[in-house]
């Protein structure tokens, strides 16, 4: 993979000065536009869950002796109040917001990096398979296009993923769990990919659906193409099945018991003068489970604390399987109305909420139709890649089809 990584370097020197000047505009805009844009108090990119000015307030309790979850403001972690926490206090609004701001962009970076290396593993993993499979011509394409520094670009460079950064949302971080998770469950390294796991529930719920995925991962290890396609029926024997090590599916397992424990420690180190474990779990989980705080939001029932953090990671996962996504259709108008919905909500929630013009239903429509394109991308994104692996099975050569 080493040996791989550096023919690439070479082969595409532009990756790096890319993803520079992608920091460098973050950075330029945080230092110099730092209250002009006002992102931090858009419905779409900060949510009662994210929010860093929500943050601020629980970390100003603490350290005035009270519970970070007194009132109704704060609804996070209590380890990021001890890691962000310092940088927005006893500071000027603008200083604060700058070394918050650059702590988002450092942990952009790090997940562009960490994409990157998950695309490289795929590239090597998808090009040695195709190679044994008999389907050369297609390992050809897959060398000639890097996936990893093509996904790391869309990432860094999506506007979804620079407005969140400038909005001063916790999204960032999320973000960077979640793709060490990915990271970890690709090398099948089962503390970090735990950890990874552990780390992305404890600061936001819904990364715990991720569990069947990395299991999957673990346990199978990368398997592209899926070697069960060029499989044939072996007279009444069935079909050949690759090795699942349920070996470390329960190590994973493990981990990721004792990464929780220790989560729950230092959560319980940190609010024990103030409040017990018991209310973080009502004041976070609670909190989204039972929907207390009906800001208006653009999930999908409206009320889902979702933004447009989720959708710039995801949108940067996608540019790992260029390959396979090439013949997507709808492509333009995907980006029509992803660029259309990005545009109206703010214009909705103006007219609904300061100019009195419009209602509710306004900015709802909005949301619906964001939640409509991301459906649509789903299942045009799953059809090309059945579409894809239809054309490999017919392209490999018969000896690769017969189960040896």
């Keep these: 993979m080493e040996e791989s990584s550096g023919k690439t370097t070479k082969k595409h020197p532009w990756f790096w000065s890319s993803a520079v000047a992608s920091i460098v505009l973050r950075l330029v805009l945080i230092v110099y536009f730092p209250n002009t844009l006002n992102f931090s108090s858009r419905p779409e990119v900060s949510t009662p869950i994210t929010s860093l000015r929500r943050l601020a307030e629980g970390y100003w309790l603490k350290q005035s002796s009270m519970s970070p979850y007194a009132g109704s403001m704060y609804h996070g972690s209590p380890l990021l109040l001890s890691i962000l926490g310092p940088l927005t206090g006893d500071r000027g609004e603008g200083q604060s917001h700058l070394l918050c701001g650059l702590a988002f962009v450092i942990a952009d970076f ?7 290396a998950i695309g490289q593993l795929l590239q090597v993993a998808d090009i040695q398979s195709l190679k044994s499979l008999g389907a050369s011509k297609f390992s050809k394409t897959s060398e000639n296009f890097p996936a990893g520094d093509i996904a790391a670009l869309v990432y860094l460079w999506n506007p979804l993923t620079i407005i969140t950064c400038l909005g001063y949302s916790t999204s960032p971080i999320e973000n960077l769990m979640i793709v060490l998770s990915l990271y970890g469950a690709c090398r099948r390294l089962v503390p970090l990919a735990a950890f990874g796991l552990v780390m992305a529930s404890h600061l936001s719920l819904y990364p715990v659906i991720l569990i069947i995925p990395l299991v999957l991962l673990i346990g199978s290890g990368l398997d592209t193409p899926p070697r069960k396609l060029f499989l044939q029926p072996n007279h009444g024997d069935g079909y050949k099945k690759t090795n699942f090590s349920w070996r470390r599916v329960v190590l994973f397992f493990l981990w990721a018991s004792v990464w929780a424990l220790y989560v729950l420690v230092l959560c319980s180190i940190s609010l024990k003068e103030y409040s017990g474990l018991g209310e973080m779990f009502k004041r976070t989980y609670g909190f989204i489970l039972s929907v207390e705080d ?28 260029v390959n396979a996504l090439a013949d997507m259709q709808f492509s333009f108008f995907l980006f029509s109305g992803y660029l259309g919905t990005l545009l109206l909500s703010p214009v909705m929630h103006n007219l609904w909420i300061w100019r009195g013009t419009g209602n509710a239903n306004f900015y709802f ?12 991308l789903v299942v045009e994104s799953v059809s090309s890649m059945l579409n894809h692996d239809r054309a490999l099975k017919k392209g490999a050569t018969p000896v690769a089809k017969k189960i040896q």
Excluded: K
């Design 110 to 116: 790090i997940t562009a990096i960490l994409i990157r």
């Design 365 to 376: 429509a909005t949301a619906m139709a964001y939640a409509c394109f991301q459906i649509i």
């Design 294 to 321: 009906l800001s208006p939001n653009i999930g999908v029932l409206w009320y889902f604390f979702a933004e447009v953090g989720d959708s710039a990671l995801y949108l940067g996962l996608l540019g790992l399987f």
